[in-house]
């Protein structure tokens, strides 16, 4: 296993994840206390898991067919879009 790779991955997913709607979703089933605690983890962390799957199969196939540097810039740019959409809501 490259180490480097996993450290940048995890890095750069886990400060995404913090503070974004999933957390804040999860946050508040946790906090109903008529929740089981490890159910609202265990659903949580299978459901991020099966979204990470799909982005790894996504990215494999459409790399296939597209030059990555394309797709780096395609994320880009929709997350700059995405930020400016959320600023004009504001």
Do not use: C, H
Not at 39 to 56: D, E
Not at 72 to 88: E, K, R
């Amino acid at each position: 296993m490259d180490f480097k790779l996993f450290a940048t991955v995890f890095a750069t997913v886990f400060i995404a994840e913090v503070g974004d709607k999933t957390q804040i979703a999860t946050f508040l089933y946790a906090a109903d206390s008529r929740n089981p605690a490890l159910t609202v983890f265990v659903a949580a962390a299978i459901a991020l898991i099966l979204a990470s799957g799909i982005g790894v199969i996504a990215g494999s196939y459409l790399s296939q067919y597209v030059n990555p540097k394309y797709l780096s810039w395609a994320a880009g740019i929709g997350f700059i879009l995405v930020g400016i959409w959320t600023i004009l809501r504001a």
